[in-house]
């Protein structure tokens, strides 16, 4: 019987362990901005069924974006009091890994925020549903064709394009304007102006207003924008040349492009300290708090440098990003991939096509600054003033995002590069071999 | 099989850990071992590439010198949890006023999460708002901010002493503990026998100390070597590659390129770095004490 009894207790220790190991299957690091059952799950009540969709975002993890969002999903859910709605939000730098973390342990929400950078390795690893079949021929043909080609891989759209968040310059018009410049249309003239910029404003010997905001850090967010900025030099971090891919990165163009570059902050002292530090967030502050006079950016930064310092609305102005042979913009393009493994696919879609129907564009527009992608929308838009202006301008510069399925190692590859320069580490020559190396042997890997 | 009845016993209330030991560290060490063997992407990609991968790390050196990097960055946080360890250690077994208090207030770092140590001292640390430039801007020792994370030495410095913070309270816990069960008739012995301090600490704590030492050594070298969360969140392995340590590497293998194959064969060569480091520990300090 004592022997039962002890067996019985080993037994039931042995199972609560396994009951509480496998009884929290959610993922843990995404916040949910819903107090609801992550499940997405129907549940039965009196009239129609109760689905729940769940959406990873990253517009929840920024402001004003994240409580915007959450307002249009609300209203939406008014409309459909079947739907339930629950965001789980995920910073940029994090989304790729997050998604690669649930899709292996096959846990992808219904629904989850998408870019060109990523949709060829999503699309690989069978993450997507066929959203030319969900959303129809028709309907595709009230976006602008070059925005569903840039969410496109081999003709087929891996996601519903949501905004565009080109990249361009913003200034302080204001300053600009004391000072009698105009907005710098070359490399060279950008340098005069930051030079001009940079200076002591309180006469305590110190500088304490600088230039340019760069951002220097080590993720897509320094790498997008510094990429950019290479092809205003003419240098490419990965083209198809004849059927194969090519790198400029070790090109003279592209050791020159690096030098002024990286000049900006190592020799004319345009840069405020910390560069390599400075991610974007730090940077939209710098702008915010008038410590940096430029910055290369997205529209979306708008939204937030007016959430900190609203004193600057129609301070501020946009121009396409200098060029040294041409100027060069991303498309910036965001939206919504269905997952392969939704169960709501239709509704999601649904939802989606709310998302971007042209009042909710509009007022999205209005408070992200972030670009709508509908034809009659963009027709309609209200970007007429100077600090949005630019970013329209930049749109006729974008290019696409090159169509190779381990693009988003590149990012890192520049990123280091500009790092090495930027602190000293390497010579520019140096920097630039060590990025062609890498670049080739990721093009060799991935079977040129 | 079980002849006697208490062994049995035994086996069976053991039976729950050795289940979670099993599920948590066997199986997805034998299963990183077993990816490390292919070119995958965890879903639909199975490309049997045996050991190409390690031929590859051993033939890459950027894993050599991110391992090299690895090895510097845990020999300077060890040196320097045991020398803070050991000084406070050596203080607080004085039982001199107010011990309890500073026990509390010195074990703080080690309760905090290592997210929160990072987040705290990156700002610290911040050219434009840190605590530390305006401190010694005001001082007059500087007459500009310093990009204490964005400069490769200084960067390398600055994530060790964060480290060091972060963990000596444990090392000061443990040789304290050590330190308390070492006999005062030993001390009084050596005393008599006309010993100063230096070789009372030299001939009579070190070798009270050993057993703790050791098991101290090996659990903070191996911890300190993998350590990933407040590089990660002070530097992600920059500026450059300055702070890149192998666990970062391995992160940016995976998460980064989705490179799981290589990924996994840098982490299986952790592993046995780890392993290798603690044997030697015990060869050279177990002294024939097991």
């Not at chain 2, 300190?224 to 969140?233: L, Y």
């Amino acid at each position: 019987m004592r022997k039962h009894k002890r067996l019985l207790i080993s037994l039931l220790l042995v199972l609560a362990l396994l009951v509480t190991a496998c009884g929290n299957g959610n993922s843990g690091s995404g916040s949910s901005s819903n107090a609801a059952d992550k499940q997405s799950g129907n549940s039965s009540g009196s009239g129609e069924e109760t689905i729940t969709l769940r959406i990873i975002s990253v517009s929840q993890t920024e402001n004003p974006d994240g409580p915007a969002e959450l307002a249009m999903a609300e209203e939406y859910m008014k409309q459909n009091p079947n739907i339930k709605i629950e965001f789980i939000g995920v910073p940029m730098n994090d989304l790729y890994k997050k998604l690669t973390t649930l899709a292996t342990s096959n846990d992808l929400p219904d629904a989850f925020t998408m870019t060109p950078q990523f949709m060829r390795t999503a699309k690989d690893m069978g993450m997507l549903a066929n959203m030319n079949e969900l959303l129809g021929e028709e309907y595709l043909k009230e976006f602008y064709p070059n925005v569903l080609e840039e969410a496109s891989v081999d003709g087929e759209l891996q996601f519903l394009p949501w905004v565009a968040t080109p990249l361009a310059l913003i200034y302080r018009g204001d300053w600009f304007e004391e000072e009698g410049l105009e907005a710098p249309e070359t490399w060279d003239e950008f340098l005069e102006v930051a030079r001009k910029m940079t200076k002591d404003t309180d006469g305590d010997g110190q500088i304490d207003r600088w230039g340019y905001g760069m951002v220097g850090t080590r993720n897509g967010s320094g790498a997008d924008r510094f990429m950019a900025k290479l092809r205003t030099f003419g240098v490419a971090e990965i083209r198809e040349e004849n059927g194969q891919w090519v790198t400029d990165l070790n090109t003279d163009k592209a050791k020159e492009a690096f030098k002024f570059l990286t000049d900006l902050n190592n020799v004319h002292g345009v840069i405020p300290p910390g560069v390599t530090e400075t991610g974007f967030p730090e940077a939209a502050t710098l702008m915010a708090t008038g410590k940096v006079a430029m910055m290369i950016t997205g529209p979306n930064a708008l939204g937030n440098i007016y959430s900190q310092n609203p004193d600057l609305k129609g301070k501020i102005y946009s121009t396409p990003i200098p060029k040294a042979e041409n100027h060069a913009a991303t498309f910036g393009l965001l939206g919504y991939a269905v997952s392969a493994t939704s169960q709501h696919k239709e509704e999601v879609v649904k939802y989606l096509k709310f998302m971007v129907n042209k009042e909710n564009a509009l007022k999205w527009n209005e408070l992200s600054g972030r670009l709508p992608t509908k034809i009659e929308v963009g027709q309609d838009q209200q970007l007429t003033g100077p600090d949005y202006a630019g970013y329209v301008k930049a749109l006729e510069y974008a290019y696409l995002t090159p169509s190779f399925s381990q693009y988003s190692q590149f990012q890192d590859i520049v990123a280091e590069a500009y790092q090495l320069i930027l602190t000293g580490a390497a010579t520019v020559d140096e920097a630039a071999e060590n990025a062609a190396d890498r670049a080739m042997k990721v093009i060799n890997m991935a079977g040129n | 099989m079980f002849t006697n009845k208490g062994k049995r016993v035994g086996y069976w209330f053991i039976m729950p850990a050795v289940i979670t030991l099993i599920l948590l560290v066997t199986y997805p060490l034998l299963y990183g071992v077993y990816l490390s063997f292919f070119n995958t992407n965890l879903i639909n990609r199975w490309d049997f590439v045996g050991l190409e991968h390690y031929i590859s790390i051993f033939s890459d050196t950027k894993f050599l010198k991110s391992i090299w990097l690895t090895l510097q960055y845990t020999f300077w946080v060890v040196v320097g949890h045991f020398v803070v360890g050991m000084i406070l250690a050596l203080t607080l077994n004085l039982n001199l006023k107010g011990q309890t208090f500073f026990r509390v207030i010195l074990i703080l770092p080690w309760l905090f999460p290592e997210v929160v140590v990072a987040l705290l001292w990156k700002w610290l640390f911040n050219p434009m708002y840190g605590l530390i430039n305006a401190a010694l801007l005001n001082l007059g020792w500087i007459d500009q901010p310093v990009s204490w994370l964005g400069q490769e030495k200084i960067a390398f410095a600055a994530v060790i002493i964060v480290s060091i913070w972060k963990g000596f309270p444990m090392v000061m816990m443990l040789l304290l503990a050590g330190l308390q069960n070492i006999s005062k008739d030993l001390y009084e012995a050596a005393s008599i026998d006309g010993a100063t301090r230096f070789k009372a600490f030299r001939y009579v704590t070190i070798p009270g100390l050993m057993p703790v030492l050791s098991v101290t050594l090996i659990l903070d070298t191996v911890w300190w070597f993998k350590h990933f969360n407040m590089i990660w969140i002070l530097t992600a392995g920059g500026p450059g590659n300055a702070t890149n340590v192998v666990s970062i590497d391995i992160f940016k293998q995976a998460f980064e390129y989705f490179q799981f194959g290589p990924a996994s064969a840098m982490a299986v060569m952790v592993f046995f770095i780890c392993f290798l480091i603690g044997y030697v520990y015990r060869r050279l300090l177990g002294n024939g004490n097991d």
